[in-house]
């Protein structure tokens, strides 16, 4: 069982920027999830193995997924923050075949989640 825990989250004003971490992170697909309430868990990037990344259309350009290896942390930098990113996000590992990258069906490890507030 792999147990993610994520931290970083806080309130920001629009416009603003936040780091997300998880740790651990993993040699595997990992990725940042988000669900506001009232909506379904969408995906917001990922990371492959071998450091190849995908976004979300309505993030991409403003935020970026990485892994520090020494760390042994997963990142989620974003910059340039609106209301309508506020939401819980969380991180998940493990991708399973068969599902799309950013489709939270395919992860089997999930974090608890850190809430990100922005304002306007």
């Known amino acids: 069982q792999v147990q993610l825990v994520e931290s970083g989250g806080g309130s920001v004003q629009a416009g603003g920027s936040l780091r997300l971490s998880c740790a651990p992170s993993?040699?595997?697909?990992m990725a940042w999830f988000r669900q506001a309430p009232g909506k379904q868990r969408e995906g917001v990037a990922r990371?492959?193995?071998?450091?190849?990344?995908d976004y979300a259309y309505s993030v991409k350009g403003r935020f970026s997924i990485s892994k520090d290896n020494a760390k042994n942390t997963l990142f989620l930098q974003m910059n340039s923050l609106k209301p309508e990113d506020t939401a819980m996000y969380y991180c998940?590992?493990?991708?399973?075949?068969?599902?799309?990258?950013?489709?939270?069906?395919?992860?089997?490890?999930w974090g608890q989640g850190t809430q990100v507030t922005v304002s306007s």
């Open positions: 998940a590992s493990d991708r399973r075949l068969g599902y799309g990258y950013l489709d939270p069906r395919a992860y089997n490890y």
């Open positions: 993993r040699s595997v697909s």
């Open positions: 990371i492959s193995r071998d450091g190849s990344t």
